[in-house]
């Protein structure tokens, strides 16, 4: 589906949002998601108000993003927002990849099947499953100044209803071993979800073997404090969000996190700090300076509840500050000079 986007309209005040510390880069944000267009399970609930959620991701001095690809096709819709959006306020940057949970989707979209996810045992054709990530790498390399990394890929065996794990691993193992050969020197965006072994059984000679010297980042970290360890090990970067820090143990383990290692994300629309959240408390009282309504009840410039956006990452800052007691400026310095190493953008 073709989706509707307002031409930016710069706010003449941009220039001074940036002249003041703290400074945030985005690493994950679905902005190719219909929700930004007012478009809910397929139906329009609002008016599309995507310039506005970019006017309060660099009122609350967010920089940069990187636009999130899962498959092929959304790969191409963020490359076409980051031609579009991309300004010296707010830089865009997309990620090219299939995801674990549209393996079988995908698989479908290059054979013209119909291949359940039921059927683990089914046989798969692992030349189409090439085909597919040879036609993502070709976006890649026809957009070097929109792509900055690989992903997002990797394993997720809490929605195998989406894609089965043979498939899955099949995927993984493909776009590891594609990727590797591409000459592209780019990080990977990397997913594990309750496949850890598996995850780092297949990654972890590709990184030994120097397959991909400029790393990566475990995005959306949600794991245990040994998962952390093995990932830590394997130099990997940890992305965390409003969903890696829902429990006590989620937030004991995020404490742990190498503050040389820790970027932000928001994976907008998804992932925001709920109130049910352990890390709710932590804010203190920390809210964004707008008005939040239902979708139903949308007005001009108003923030959605229960739609997690860009400028939500001050609140993901606030917290990580709280649990590694340090000022928030001394976080977020580190972080965005960490971000800005993984996207190679440090010049």
Known sequence: MALR???PQLNLLARSYHTLKPMYIDIAVNLSDPQFQGIYHGKQGHESDFQAVLERAKEQKLTKILVTGTDLPET???????????CDYLELFCTAGIHPCSALAEYNAQTGGKQKAEEEEGDYDVGAVDTRIKTLLEVARSNPNQI???????????????SPAKIQKI????QLELFAQSGLDLPLFLHSRAAHTDFCDMLYPYLKDGK??????VHSFTGTLEELQDHVNMGLYIGINGCSLKTKENLDVAKEIPLELLLL???APWCEIRPSHESHKLLQGHKLPYESKKKEKFVENSMIKGRCEPANIVLVAKVMAELKGVPLEELTDQVYKNSLKFLN???
């Open 345 to 347: 953008l440090e010049k």
């Open 76 to 86: 191409e819709e963020s490359v076409r927002i980051c031609k579009d959006f991309h």
């Open 148 to 162: 900055l990394a690989l992903g997002e890929f990797g394993l997720d065996y809490d929605r195998l209803h989406f």
């Open 171 to 174: 995927f993984f193992a493909q």
């Open 265 to 267: 994300e928001t994976d």
């Open 212 to 217: 991909f010297p400029r790393g990566g980042v």
């Open 5 to 7: 986007y307002l031409r």
